[in-house]
């Protein structure tokens, strides 16, 4: 008899936490999963019986929701929200019927998204052509596959509406909308990847484009494959030790400031996971911090190596660094001849910064630690030229 009730008391102990589980997921409203969510901080995933449902935090208030995307399959659903949705998520929600098969995109970033998870041909429209890299979107722009719709700031209204577009890709900003593309009735996605805090936090929202695209499986193989040898990379400079992290310094002043990224900035990240010493990793925040160029030489006057981004169609050189503004010259990484530099208008660096971090990450620990990468081919950063 002792053995029975103890039986029962182990059975019950197993049952409760189900039934724990299962009321919770009834408290949200018919929620039958709530989706793992690893690095990203932006956005959320819920699954209802009959759709899906995103909600994307706003980057500037945390604590508020911005958008909820209820994604109802179109093949098997109406464009209604499905009644199990609580109100709170229905008070601000766009709904969307996925697979999305027609969509304007503004960026470049999120154009080379959308052709890594293999749905270039889903693509109507995109903004600023000349600011993409991939030969394919390009070819397509070129032949009208793919229409070209200006700039993102105030693009060609008509064309998008004549396009039949079913979602428009945005990046949101701070107090400012979309203008009349609000007006049209083509759901916008608001992007916000690029305010996430770690590298692997952008490319995890790869599985909600995964999600719309309805590529779910693509998505996530794309983003835990790079999880994975993201991690392995930043593993084998975790054991070196603080003397031989190499200080750097990154980009220049625009004007009379110099934007100095915050210790909780992805950039900043991804040079702490090279094995290097950022000199201004006391700064707090995970955006960029504006110094003069008096505060900067003062700390950084010394560091051993300075890497930093331009965009032209010439090579970006020493000397028209010096040019540039010459007090330049007295840092040690200039004297040294130690600057590296990548030229976003030819390298495939703002496209992979989202999905393949792990390739930026191996071209800084080459830079810092070519021991550790012998014969890695940079993509991206290369000495700065005479």
């Known amino acids: 008899m002792k053995r029975t009730y103890l039986l029962l008391a182990l059975i019950i102990l197993l049952v409760l936490p189900s039934c724990r589980n299962r009321s919770s997921a009834g408290d949200q409203g018919g929620v039958l999963k709530v989706d793992s969510v690893y690095y990203a901080h932006g956005f959320t995933i819920k699954y209802y019986k009959d759709c899906e449902v995103v909600s994307i935090r706003d980057p500037w208030d945390t604590l508020r929701i911005r958008k909820n995307y209820v994604l109802v399959d179109k093949n098997k659903h109406s ?16 709904v969307i019927p996925v ?3 027609r969509a304007v995109i503004y ?3 999120h154009s080379a998204m959308a052709e890594q998870l293999g749905c270039i041909d889903r693509i109507c429209g995109v903004c600023e052509p000349e600011y ?3 030969p394919e979107i390009l070819a397509r722009v070129a032949d009208g596959r793919i229409a070209d719709l200006g700039m993102s700031t105030s693009p060609n209204i008509e064309k998008i509406i004549d396009l039949d577009a079913e979602m428009i890709i945005a990046s949101p900003f701070e107090n400012s909308g979309y203008g009349n593309a609000e007006k049209i009735g083509v759901p916008i996605v608001e992007a916000a990847d690029y305010m996430e805090g770690h590298p692997l936090g952008r490319t995890e929202w790869v599985r909600f484009y995964g999600l719309l ?24 400079v975790a054991g070196i030790s603080e003397e031989d992290k190499p200080s ?4 220049r002043k625009y004007g009379a400031l110099w934007g100095v990224p915050g210790a909780g900035s992805y950039v900043t990240i991804f040079h702490t996971d090279a094995g290097a010493n950022y000199i201004f990793k006391d700064l707090a925040g995970t955006s960029s911090v504006q110094l003069s160029f008096e505060e900067v030489f003062e700390r950084a006057a010394d560091a051993d190596f300075w890497l930093l981004k331009y965009g032209t169609k010439k090579p970006y050189t020493y000397s028209d660094l010096r040019s540039e503004y010459k007090p330049y010259s007295n840092f040690a990484a200039f004297r040294n001849h130690r600057i590296y530099t990548c030229n976003t208008l030819v390298t495939t660096y703002y496209d ?4 393949h971090p792990d390739r ?5 620990m080459y830079i810092y630690h070519p021991d550790v990468l012998p014969g890695h081919q940079p993509r991206y950063y290369f000495p700065m030229e005479e």
């Open 352 to 355: 992979d910064i989202t999905i």
């Open 213 to 236: 695209f309805g590529c779910r499986d693509r998505a996530d193989s794309l983003f835990f494959e790079t999880c994975s040898k993201y991690d392995s990379l930043k593993a084998m």
């Open 360 to 364: 930026i990450l191996a071209d800084l």
């Open 107 to 109: 960026t470049s970033v």
């Open 248 to 251: 750097v310094i990154m980009e």
């Open 99 to 101: 697979p999305v098969e």
């Open 79 to 94: 464009s209604r929200i499905p009644a199990d949705v609580p109100q709170d998520v229905r008070d601000n929600a766009i």
């Open 132 to 134: 993409i890299i991939s």
